[in-house]
């Protein structure tokens, strides 16, 4: 496996690879991986002949008092797992090298993003879209593998793909949990004990309103429901809840077709997303 930290670098390793025939498969993350991102790596490995996996945290998706700061890196542990899974490149930039001057450009997300993260978090999705389109540029890959845990980003990116008539494809994958329900994410390790017991009732009441949603009740009902369960953790706060048409992201009060019921809740010190996607 090649470790590369430059732009020109990687591009160049990527053209010989690909003037020999070989497809491209393309993970980005912010590191500290995990579980959810090697099933993204191991679905690339099938499909590809050559995987790329990049890890950058991205300044510009963190809005003022967020996590930038404190969010998980441990780069020689990420570098070990993406050996171990067979990945042929690991980018790992720099903000600098990403970001080097002022940009002349920005992209504003309009449509998806005045719902579940991006209400709270203005300017969120810009720069999710930003990082995203630059990173997909450098390696052009055939597919680009993303969680379904992230429902909303994945549905931003994707229509980003189809507005700007971009050849790639976007590839989301299932949600990887633990055995009790909680979804794998960096951000789990700033949980503390009593936090990480509690924290798979955010599933668990996301399971029950499912079923609630397929027995006929309304986009209110399924809403008070969700909120009113995870009001009695007690530990943390509600971000929001909401259940949405997927993957336009529209409310609509009687619900059909593909339905996403999302949370999000903030800990102490972590903020956990979750979601179920309900075929009516």
Do not use: W
Request: glycine share 6%; with cysteine; hydrophobic share 40%.
């Amino acid at each position: 496996m090649k470790v590369i930290k430059t732009i020109d670098s990687l591009r160049r390793d990527l053209q010989l690879r690909k003037a020999d025939g070989h497809s491209v498969g393309f993970v980005p993350t912010m590191g500290a991986l995990h579980e959810g991102h090697l099933s993204l790596i191991h679905q690339a490995r099938d499909n590809h002949e050559v995987v790329v996996v990049s890890v950058f945290v991205n300044p510009l998706q963190f809005g003022e008092g967020e996590d930038f700061e404190s969010y998980p890196r441990d780069i020689e542990r990420d570098q070990q797992l993406c050996e171990e899974a067979g990945v042929d490149i690991l980018f790992y930039p720099s903000v600098e090298e990403m970001y080097p001057r002022e940009a002349s450009v920005e992209i504003r997300v309009v449509q998806g993003v005045d719902v579940l993260c991006g209400e709270s978090r203005p300017g969120h999705f810009d720069g999710v879209v930003t990082v995203v389109l630059k990173l997909l540029h450098m390696v052009e890959p055939n597919a680009a593998y993303f969680g379904q845990k992230d429902a909303q980003q994945v549905a931003v990116i994707k229509q980003m793909v189809q507005t700007l008539s971009m050849s790639v494809q976007i590839i989301a994958c299932p949600t990887v949990r633990e055995e009790d329900g909680l979804a794998k994410s960096s951000r789990n390790v700033n949980l503390n004990t009593r936090e990480r017991e509690l924290a798979p009732a955010l599933y668990s009441t996301l399971i029950k309103a499912g079923e609630l949603a397929k027995s006929g009740s309304s986009r209110t009902e399924l809403m008070e429901y969700v909120a009113k369960n995870l009001d009695q953790l007690e530990l943390g706060t509600i971000d929001y809840v909401d259940v949405l048409t997927y993957p336009e992201l529209v409310a609509s009060e009687q619900l059909s077709g593909t339905v996403i019921i999302a949370v999000a809740y903030q800990f102490s010190r972590a903020r956990l997303i979750d979601h179920i996607l309900v075929e009516l």
